[in-house]
């Protein structure tokens, strides 16, 4: 353990002390909310993303050690662990070292090098590997033996061959020079199968594709992946460029090199470089390309959960109306549109179904059914969702506010990604149980508004459709690293223990579902809880749990005027005596800055709490109960601007970020298609990652630089003083950012005609456009990829 956590100390840039502090919290039961929070002494101040990847360490070099372990019995139990093997053994770094090593000595099956040194030809292999002075053919007369099975010189010298070609392919420092090499030098080819052009025309771009292993973005290397497993396109590992037929390529006098073989014209230096070109090319190649393809892989998945997890935060941290009165409106033309009314709290109050659009065309009755109701439940917000028929029912609204002006309504369009997700939910239905399924999607968009986080987590994360790719990735991988972000996002808000549903407080750190089941139960049979402390009479919370969870759970307006903060109440004594200290009691110190900054952090410090937790206390007394979450604004689409048609180059608009990518951000300027903006066009200066200007949910001013109405793509700039013509996107270098094949994958709203699930769910498009590149005459690499709902509502599927 110790080697561990000196790795992992090194990794971060850390004391090991620190990481071993760490780890053995996280061991005892911690959680990384709660540690990075409330830990902080101990762990000499590891924030939560530094706990996060220390988290992801620890679990890889545990499986590493475990295998490490396993390894090292199984060469023993076979009497081949000399002191030289245990210490490769020891040594080894990576799981992929790890198994080069362990190669020669991993049980297998029978291999032709086994069965010819059984035929007892090993002899004839280290002759003439020794000493290329033998002639091959006389040297592997002595060894015909019929009995044996060795028929012939010819037998004789193609088992001599399978034994080199076996020790060439099991030789560890070799193998992980020539992977090195393949990875850094190596290229992907992909062509279209034969009769398949028709059926995969969304891969149309990688009919006939090459780029470099190396430079391959995840969202490419997904696609390829993708296109193969539908027996689309064919994918081969080309070691390098400039490969002539007949001509030793750079492996194979690598590998002649590390075993002494050089064509100098003796009578056996022409059999060895023909057996280390079969050894290349029949074993080494096609077991480096597996590997190749699998890191290929790996490393796509973990760009791509990156980018999800990174989309998910987010929108799960987007900015909260607050607790007003809200309706919600789930667009819809034909079968109209679903209308529910929550109270400040979230409780439905009353829901209806209008008909403002063709064919029924019911605008002014259906005026009068929202005026109505926001009159009699007091409604103060709008919540219009983004799926069919959006924008005209958001004119519906505006409407509405123009003609009941008194009203003081506030509308605002709310992303309906995953809604139909929950309104089947079996949480969906116990909470909503009288609701029609399609009444259960407009509350679900009016809470949105209301607290995003507390109702996205009612979601599974993988529903929420902010990822690409995401049915291609590792389950596991996936669920990990969503689940973390959802944590982080809900600890780092807090919950407001009196009005949590069980899926926000399963959510909270230490609390299990059971958990979180309990609490509600106990809730809702003894009434509001009064105290932080009175969670210890709900069965089963013990004071592990309880020490975890206190400091995220909120009481607003109870017994202790601290349980409304992020105080934690380990901490209460603490923060008393600093209340003593400024001459006030709790309630006049909390929020009074001016008299917390006459007093000293440091004149707090003791032996139990270090100044980065009394620096925390005093943050927390000043302004208590903060929300890091941004403030509340929204996007006002253009009048007039409803439909793609209606855009004209030039045109700057305010809209606002939906999906954010590798290689640019999707807008939603009000047109059901949401427009690109390249990552070129997003600065005058070089953007590497395009979320260091802009989030998911940020409202943007933009620039309309291309409109084609054909293919349903909107090219976007945020550079407003742009030139329309002026290419934006990067298509002055050749890249057409975000063009290519796309396609539907489910988990997203109801029927809009736009692919789907089986279940009346929209597609949530994923596709791939070109972006320069390309090698050997190839046509240009396919573009990046887009996310989930963002790729389908921009038209590139």
């Given amino acids: 353990m110790a080697g561990i956590n000196r790795r992992i100390a090194e990794e971060l840039g850390v004391r090991e002390g620190q ?444 529903s929420i459709g902010v990822g690409q790719y995401q049915h291609d990735i590792t389950e596991s991988k996936l669920s990990r690293s969503l689940d973390a972000v959802v944590e982080d996002c809900v600890n780092g808000v807090g919950v407001d223990l009196n009005t949590a549903s069980v899926p926000l407080l399963s959510r909270v750190s230490g609390i299990t579902s059971t958990l979180a089941e309990n609490i509600v139960s106990y809730r809702d049979a003894n009434g509001p809880y009064p105290s932080r402390s009175a969670l210890k009479n709900v069965p089963r919370l013990g004071p592990k749990a309880f020490e975890q969870c206190a400091g995220f759970l909120k009481v607003t307006g109870g017994e202790e005027p601290l349980d409304a903060s992020s105080v934690h109440p380990e901490a209460y004594p603490l923060a008393r005596r600093i209340v003593t200290a400024s001459g006030a009691d709790v309630p006049a110190l909390i929020g009074n800055g001016g008299a917390l900054r006459t007093l000293r952090p440091t004149d707090f410090v003791d032996e139990t709490f270090g100044l980065p937790t009394v620096t925390d206390i005093f943050a927390e007394l000043e302004k208590p109960g903060r929300d890091p979450r941004p403030a509340f604004t929204t996007a006002s689409f253009a009048d007039g601007v409803e439909t793609l048609g209606d855009l004209v180059p030039g045109m700057v608009l305010e809209g606002q970020v939906t999906n954010v990518a590798a290689f640019g951000a999707f807008v939603d300027v009000g047109v059901h298609q949401d427009g690109l903006v390249h990552v070129s066009a997003m600065s005058k200066n070089f953007v590497s990652d395009p979320r260091e200007v802009v989030k998911s949910g940020d409202i943007v001013k933009v620039k309309v630089m291309d409109v084609d109405l054909q293919r349903k793509r909107i090219s976007l700039s945020l550079r407003l003083d742009d030139e329309v013509g002026s290419a934006p996107g990067g298509r002055t270098s050749g890249a057409r950012g975000g063009q290519g094949s796309g396609e539907g994958q489910g988990g997203g709203r109801r029927g809009d005609g736009r692919g789907g699930d089986g279940r009346g769910n929209r597609g949530r498009g994923q596709g791939q456009g070109r972006q320069g590149g390309g090698g050997r005459g190839a046509r240009p690499a396919p573009a990046d990829t887009a996310m989930a709902d963002a790729l389908r509502r921009a038209g590139l599927a």
Avoid: C
């Fill in 19 to 462: 990481v071993s502090a760490a780890v053995d919290l996280l061991d005892g039961g911690a959680t990384v909310p709660f540690i990075a929070r409330y830990r902080k002494e101990v762990t000499g101040t590891l924030d939560d993303a530094q706990l996060r990847t220390l988290e992801e360490r620890l679990r890889y070099l545990r499986e590493l050690e475990e295998r490490r372990a396993a390894i090292l019995s199984s060469v023993e139990e076979q009497g081949k662990l000399t002191d030289e093997l245990r210490a490769q053994i020891l040594s080894a770094d990576t799981k992929s070292r790890l198994e080069d090593i362990y190669l020669p000595y991993k049980p297998k099956r029978r291999t032709k090098a086994q069965i010819a040194r059984e035929a007892g030809l090993e002899p004839l292999a280290e002759a003439l590997l020794g000493d290329p002075s033998l002639d091959p053919a006389a040297a592997a007369g002595a060894y015909v033996d019929a009995d044996k099975g060795v028929a012939d010189t010819t037998a004789a010298l193609d088992g001599a061959r399978a034994i080199l070609v076996e020790r060439m392919g099991e030789d560890a420092d070799l193998i992980g020079t020539l992977r090195e090499r393949l990875w850094q030098r190596g290229r992907m080819l992909s062509a279209v199968r034969d009769g398949a052009q028709d059926k995969g025309a969304k891969f149309s771009d990688y009919f006939e594709f090459s780029e470099a292993l190396s430079s391959l973005p995840s969202h490419r290397v997904l696609a390829l992946f993708r296109g193969e497993k539908e027996d689309v396109l064919d994918l081969t590992i080309e070691p390098e460029e400039g490969i002539e037929p007949g001509v030793p390529t750079s492996y194979e006098a690598t590998i002649a090199h590390q075993f002494g073989i050089a064509n100098q014209g003796r009578p056996a230096d022409r059999w060895l470089t023909d057996t280390v070109r079969w050894a290349w090319r029949t074993k080494i190649l096609v077991h480096l390309g597996i590997d190749v393809r699998l890191r290929l892989r790996s490393e796509a998945e973990d760009e791509a959960v990156r980018v999800f997890a990174a989309n998910l935060r987010d929108l799960l941290l987007a900015a909260p109306a607050g607790t007003r009165a809200t309706m919600g409106l789930d667009p819809g033309l034909r079968t109209g549109v679903k209308v529910a009314v929550v109270d400040a709290t979230g409780k439905v109050v009353e829901h209806a179904t209008i008909y403002p659009h063709a064919p029924a065309n019911r605008w002014d009755e259906s005026l009068a059914v929202l005026a109505r109701l926001a009159q009699k439940h007091h409604v103060d917000l709008v919540a219009i969702g983004n799926g069919t028929a959006s924008r005209e029912t958001e004119r519906l609204a505006a409407d509405l506010m123009k003609k009941v002006p008194e009203l003081g309504l506030t509308k605002a369009v709310v992303s309906e990604a995953g809604a139909s997700v929950y309104s089947a939910s079996a949480y969906a239905s116990a909470e909503l149980p009288d609701l029609d399924v399609s009444i259960r999607g407009a509350v679900s968009i009016a809470r949105r508004l209301q607290d995003p986080l507390a109702e996205l987590v009612k979601i599974d994360p993988k």
